[in-house]
Nanobody, 128 residues
Framework: QVRLAESGGGSVQPGGSLRLSCVVS????????VGWFRQVQGKSREGVAA???????????YYAEAVKGRFTISRNAAANTVYLQMNSLKPEDTAMYYC??????????????????WGQGTPVTVSS
């Protein structure tokens, strides 16, 4: 049984920062993607960032164009935790943010359909 638990959401002003955390438990290999997605009511879920182990000393990370240069995904393998550091937040970043674990062998890291396990979500509101 795979479980994901997000935390760290909240309300910030434009230009502010938040760090989301996702604790992953269960049978998720480090070579499988763990990703962050977000969803605004009435819209489809969109990929924000994804990460997987590439080797002993490096990871593969992917980002949506809208967050490149502002968001950073990272992981702590020992703590089974994936982080999303969000800087220079904008009102359009407001959404429910979900952590997800991909199905084994996934190559489409930013496609929600590649992910079989989801957390409950944590809300992020960016507003002045």
């Amino acid at each position: 049984q795979v479980r994901l638990a997000e935390s760290g959401g909240g309300s910030v002003q434009p230009g502010g920062s938040l760090r989301l955390s996702c604790v992953v438990s269960g049978d998720v290999d480090s070579s499988d993607y763990v990703g962050w997605f977000r969803q605004v009511q009435g819209k489809s879920r969109e990929g924000v960032a994804a990460i997987r182990a590439g080797g002993p000393d490096y990871d593969y990370a992917y980002y949506a164009e809208a967050v490149k240069g502002r968001f950073t995904i990272s992981r702590n393998a020992a703590a089974n935790t994936v982080y999303l550091q969000m800087n220079s937040l904008k009102p359009e970043d407001t959404a429910m943010y979900y952590c997800a674990a991909a199905l084994p062998g996934t190559v489409a890291a930013m496609a929600a359909s590649s992910y079989g396990y989801w957390g409950q979500g944590t809300p992020v509101t960016v507003s002045s």
